[in-house]
């Protein structure tokens, strides 16, 4: 049976890095199942790290947190115009983002229904163009904070290409800052403001600013081109399960496009598509690349690897949804033996088992 394992104390370590590389309070994003850690295990080596803010984007998210948190804050980074997830926010006591004018209204009215004052990050768009006032909209901004049922506690924006446009991340930070010291001098308290995301903590300086958003740093698989003291975190695993001989000529896999060009033995691994293994490349590493990187691969027909006792081995013909062939001829690998492969979290079906060892 496939599962997926993190190393708990080089999480522990990432976590102590992160923190110390910030200098500032970090807010812990466990969106997408905990950036496919689980949402409730990250979440509660996060809180045991000290960590007293979260973020989702997904309503559904707040029961499974509320089950490991008790006093910490639940940041919603979505701007909702639909009042039953501005329901669901306000009745939690969570942290709404505002990022339009209607969805002010929206959260103000259903807070007055229900007797509440719900906490707001305004959320300003610099760039990303998704949720957000735009800078030109400050005025509009700057009415919500005149709401009654609401009450603003902080501000921020998002960079889109922090991982590899510095000055443009740079401008845009100016830009929130801007748009903040208008809506300051208009006589509102915009609270905690907080622009840096894993990316830009890693590729870019003075973007802090009162606290930074960070989710896939804490795996370790961020993109970055700065060296960093992060783990890169997260391992498929199964048992080998059977193994066998198969004669040259022989076909493996679907469609028979692969062929044994010698006597070939082989092991079979009990994960594939169905568990995340062979889906796509990972996209950290994806984004690295140039075009005479992809080129150079495709040449070489870059090969797939399982690793097995601390050795890599190839796969054979094409990855099932539920098992793998891996060529382990010449060696003395053996039905039990761990088979090991390094995929992102991300891709990783959410109902396989996460391990903390």
Known sequence: MSRYIIDINKLKENIEWIQKKASVPVIGVVKGNGYGFGIKELTAVLKESGIKTFAVTEVTDIPMLKEVLNDEDILVMRSTCIEEEAEIIAENGC???IGSKEACDVMNRVSARLGVKTKCHLKIDTGMGRYGFMPSEVNSAI?????ENLEFTGAYTHFPDAFNNIPLT???TELFKDTIRQIESAGCNTGTLHCANSPALLNTENVCLDSV??????TGRVITRNKTGLHRIGR?????IET???PTGYSVGYSGSFKTKRETKIAIVPFG???GFGLTQDKEELALRNVLSVLKQYLQKKRTYVEINGINYRVLGKIGLS???VDITGSDVKTGDIAKADISPLLVNPKIERIYR
Request: glycine residues 4%; neutral net charge; contains cysteine.
């Open 95 to 97: 942290t709404a983002t």
């Open 273 to 275: 598509h169905y568990d």
């Open 213 to 218: 958003r960070i989710g896939s740093a804490f």
């Open 143 to 147: 009415e919500c904070y005149k709401a």
């Open 244 to 246: 066998k001989t198969v």
């Open 323 to 325: 098992h793998t062939a």
């Open 170 to 172: 740079k401008a845009q």
């Open 236 to 240: 498929l695993e199964a048992e080998v």
